[in-house]
């Protein structure tokens, strides 16, 4: 306890005497560089000059950065920048999901539908009645194909359960036979697991069928949106137009006012072709099926004609479907045959039809398709891979034309102004470009 006052008094007493030091040293700084120096000593250059004679300054740290990495942080910014909104975007997207994907489907249905308002009002009728005449009948022409896929299915359930029920008996025959050694207790083994699972989950199967008319009921709002989206956007579809441009900043609207109807156009010809391809590879794989005595021909038809609006995988889907109905109804050989027809038909339409009939200008890599299907059935289900392609096939159409468009505009004006010049060189180039835009 005595030693301790002794120790911090020295402490104190040292602290003290490097104060006054510094103090001392500061006084003489401050006297040299206002030239107060000794006699005869000359002018005491400043601290950064000396320093820098000596070779000792530090240079600015955005000089130390190598070129790369301050290209590599100005991309990956602006990288971060468009990951966050379109991840705020897709945030936005599933919260509405429904609503998107009404609008996005009648955009489809109105891209196939307005060719016959401008035919009919070509002929003569008002715009008014033009649109109730084509939205009437396309609406009607669809609610009857659902009606006869419904009907033609609960017209042969009964049949083809016990055609299901004679296939999977002649199934197992098949592999009891078969060169694979499948034994009669195996199968027994195999059916009564099946059994005992639905029997154990049926709460589950349950709680999915009161699911299920939750999603009866969003789908048929879903319906009743896109039908009263397609109307109005065949009925006043160029003010709807009118009335996004003034959105768009007025330095963009020449090349949006541009790049839509373009557009427009891409999505028109992708609905078309897909409508008429698919209904090629309806008719042709029924006719297979209606020829090879496969139940329900017409509507296992119907959905190959459904399922190839979504590209790649509806295909697959509708023919696996098709292959399937063949096996447990007729057998092995007749689902071989349906599915040499349904493989000899896809070729067709692969290698044929679609170069044909879509055109260079709604053609989109195989790979962006896969990748395109893939991310809109992630995000919306079905209906996003329903959506996906076009959408990619428009984004395509509206990218190239704005390129072109911005190299057009830098040969006929010059290019505008741009990084740290823009704000000196921006009110001249304006009053220029505003010139030779009047001219």
Do not use: C
Request: aromatic letters at 6%; zero cysteines.
């Amino acid at each position: 306890m005595s030693k301790k006052p002794g120790w911090l008094s020295r402490l104190g007493k040292g602290l003290d005497r490097v104060e006054a030091a510094l103090d001392e040293r500061r006084a003489e700084v401050a006297a040299e560089t206002e030239g107060d120096g000794p006699v005869g000593s000359g002018p005491v250059p400043p601290p950064e000059a000396a320093a820098h004679a000596s070779g000792q300054v530090r240079p600015e740290p955005a000089g130390v950065v190598p070129w790369g990495v301050r290209v590599a942080a100005e991309v990956s910014w602006r990288l971060l920048l468009v990951a966050a909104m379109l991840w705020v975007l897709m945030r936005v997207i599933a919260e509405v999901r429904l609503v998107v994907l009404a609008f996005a489907a009648a955009l489809l249905v109105t891209a196939l539908l307005q060719p016959f308002v401008v035919r009919l009002r070509r002929a003569g009728l008002p715009r008014g009645l033009a649109t109730a005449v084509t939205a009437v009948l396309g609406f009607v022409v669809i609610g009857l194909v659902g009606w006869f896929v419904v009907w033609q299915v609960m017209e042969n359930l009964d049949d083809l359960g016990d055609r299901v029920r004679d296939g999977i008996d002649e199934l197992k025959r098949w592999a009891l036979d078969s060169p694979f050694h499948v034994t009669e207790k195996q199968i027994n083994d195999i059916a009564k697991n099946l059994q005992e699972t639905i029997t154990t989950n049926t709460d589950e199967i349950t709680s999915a069928g009161l699911q299920g008319v939750t999603v009866v009921v969003e789908a048929l709002t879903g319906i009743l949106l896109a039908m009263f989206s397609t109307l109005f956007l065949l009925y006043d579809g160029r003010r709807i137009w009118q009335w996004t441009l003034g959105l768009v900043p007025a330095i963009a609207r020449p090349g949006v006012a541009g790049a839509g109807p373009r557009a427009w156009r891409t999505l028109t010809a992708y609905v078309r072709g897909t409508v008429i391809v698919a209904l090629i590879d309806a008719i042709f794989i029924g006719l297979g099926l209606y020829f090879l005595d496969v139940p329900m021909a017409v509507p296992l038809a119907v959905f190959i004609f459904l399922f190839a609006f979504i590209p790649l995988v509806g295909a697959v889907i509708s023919g696996a479907l098709a292959v399937l109905v063949a096996l447990v109804t007729q057998g092995v050989f007749t689902a071989l045959m349906v599915l040499l027809v349904v493989l000899a038909v896809q070729q067709i339409e692969g290698h044929v039809l679609q170069p044909f009939i879509l055109g260079r200008a709604v053609r989109v890599h195989p790979l962006a398709v896969v990748l395109s299907v893939a991310a809109g059935g992630m995000i919306a289900g079905i209906g996003g891979a329903v959506v996906a392609v076009p959408l990619v096939a428009v984004t395509n159409t509206v990218v190239v034309y704005l390129r072109a468009f911005s190299r057009e505009q830098e040969l006929r004006i010059g290019p505008g102004p741009h990084g740290a010049t823009a704000i000196v060189a921006a009110p001249a180039d304006q009053g220029e470009t505003n010139g030779d835009i009047r001219a």
